[in-house]
């Protein structure tokens, strides 16, 4: 059954939510990143977390919930884009993932800036974005949510937590976390550390500790 290792707290910029809940088969968790200075984006992480409440994701099924969740992301898009045309924000958009666990088969749906990597006793695997060399997508390329005008439909990634793996997610910023041995080093650095970025870390059992630095591979949906 999936666990929480680690998460971070929202803050004036950033947004993190968290529904995931011990003994639980369900449970649901949401991040969101801008990198820039804005006086609106509290009130644009607001507006989020307040559609994600009120499309009740507790109530879908998850043979059932991908063609809502297009829709629902579809409508987000277009109304964050009117909001982000008032700002004063350098950035017009903003990174969110989307996480939604059934019975420890996830559902992840990211825009922006966002890694996913997943942990076992060999090391790293991406899953989806590549790690390496992230930050140089263009615009177009990144997909923030609110910054293209059509409608913008999400990637939904699949994937089942096996036993004994773990999942991290972090801003593309932070993507030297990749050359840490392994998942436990992630969690002792984030416990001893005052960085605020926003992440999350969910796990499936207990992960051995290997000794590769390397990331192993990229994982498919």
């Known amino acids: 059954m999936i666990k929480l290792q680690k998460n971070s707290f929202s803050n004036s910029k950033n947004l993190v939510y968290n529904e995931f809940h011990p003994n639980q088969k369900f449970g649901y968790a949401c991040l969101s990143y801008y990198p820039a200075e804005c006086d609106e984006i509290s009130k644009i992480n607001a507006h989020i977390l307040d559609s994600i409440l009120k499309f009740n994701l507790e109530n879908f099924s998850k043979e059932e919930i991908k063609e809502p969740l297009e829709e629902f992301f579809i409508q987000l898009n277009w109304r964050l884009y009117s909001m982000f045309k008032q700002t004063n924000g350098k950035e017009k958009g903003i990174s969110f993932i989307l996480i939604i666990n059934f019975d420890d088969k996830l559902l992840i749906i990211p825009f922006g800036r966002f890694l996913c990597g997943i942990w076992d006793e060999n090391g790293l695997n991406e899953l989806g974005n590549e790690w390496e060399n992230f930050q140089v997508?263009?615009?177009?390329e990144l997909k923030l949510l609110g910054n293209l005008a059509?409608?913008?439909k999400p990637n939904i990634i699949e994937h089942h937590l096996l036993n004994n793996t773990g999942l991290t997610i972090i801003p593309a910023h932070k993507n030297h976390f990749a050359?840490?041995?392994?998942?436990?080093?992630?969690?002792?650095?984030?416990?001893s550390s005052e960085e605020t970025f926003p992440h999350i870390i969910l796990s499936n059992g207990v992960i051995k500790n290997n000794k590769s630095k390397k990331i192993l591979g990229k994982l498919l949906k």
């Open 179 to 191: 050359e840490f041995n392994n998942l436990n080093e992630i969690l002792n650095h984030l416990n």
């Open 150 to 152: 059509q409608n913008l």
């Open 137 to 140: 997508k263009s615009m177009q």
